[in-house]
């Protein structure tokens, strides 16, 4: 199994425009997790889906972000507008199933710059 | 709300030495801990893990504590070398918000580990 894909690895755009961070969880898994990482801030879970559904959305920041689970094998984050602000790294990370005990595994991350 | 704190945040100690690593929880329902190695530039990974009945768990020179009265869990690592020079983070699972929807983890704020050699 190639593990969690996210693409792109890295994105550099301007204040103002969409941005558009895409992940492809590990095949059968049933949990979808997306986290922003910085320095500041820490490792702050975002959003986490089950099935395809959202489960809770409590971390997102602030309306100009959304995320979407349209099947279980693609998610999106947008955020729009980007704010320098929104600079950070984005994991996507997903879980097996329902079983409290299973292994998270995280893709490789996206790193946003917002100029 | 359910939070998780780890000290310290940052540790340097000598290659050969023994790095220690606590966290504490504050969701008494947490029953999964788990430990993730951050190397610089690399995605969060899980290097050990230990669930509520049990009260340790070793594997090679890692070891993870358990003390559920007191909501405390460590890392311990021993005969520490560079390699062993990462960003480690806590975790516990807490509660889902919905009743068996599973639940999510509560990483701690990471601790920036030295091995100087």
């Known amino acids: 199994d190639a593990g969690v894909i996210q693409s792109p690895r890295h994105e550099v755009t301007e204040m103002g425009q969409e941005v558009t961070l895409r992940c492809k969880p590990i095949s059968g898994h049933d949990y979808l997790f997306w986290y922003r990482q910085t320095m500041m801030r820490g490792l702050e879970l975002l959003i986490y889906?089950?099935?395809?559904?959202?489960?809770?959305d409590s971390g997102m920041p602030e309306d100009r972000f959304s995320a979407k689970m349209p099947n279980a094998s693609f998610s999106t984050l947008k955020i729009q507008p980007s704010e320098p602000r929104d600079s950070a790294v984005y994991f996507c990370?997903?879980?097996?199933?329902?079983?409290?005990?299973?292994?998270?595994?995280f893709g490789p991350g996206t790193r946003l710059t917002v100029l | 709300g359910e939070n998780v704190e780890q000290h310290p945040s940052t540790l340097s100690v000598q290659e050969g030495d023994s790095a220690v690593i606590k966290c504490t929880y504050s969701?008494?329902?947490?029953?999964?801990f788990p430990w993730y190695k951050q190397e610089l530039g690399k995605r969060p990974q899980l290097i050990i893990d230990?669930?509520?009945?049990?009260g340790e768990k070793k594997d090679q020179r890692i070891a993870v504590t358990l003390n559920k009265t007191a909501k405390h869990f460590s890392l311990h690592i021993t005969e520490t070398q560079p390699e062993d020079s990462a960003v480690y983070f806590c975790a516990a699972l807490g509660r889902g918000m919905i009743y068996n929807q599973g639940g999510k983890l509560i990483f701690g704020q990471g601790t920036e580990l030295s091995v100087k050699p």
């Open positions: 889906f089950n099935n395809n559904v959202p489960i809770d």
């Open positions: 990370a997903s879980r097996l199933g329902w079983d409290r005990a299973d292994t998270q595994y």
């Open positions: 230990i669930r509520s009945n049990v």
């Open positions: 969701d008494s329902a947490s029953n999964y």
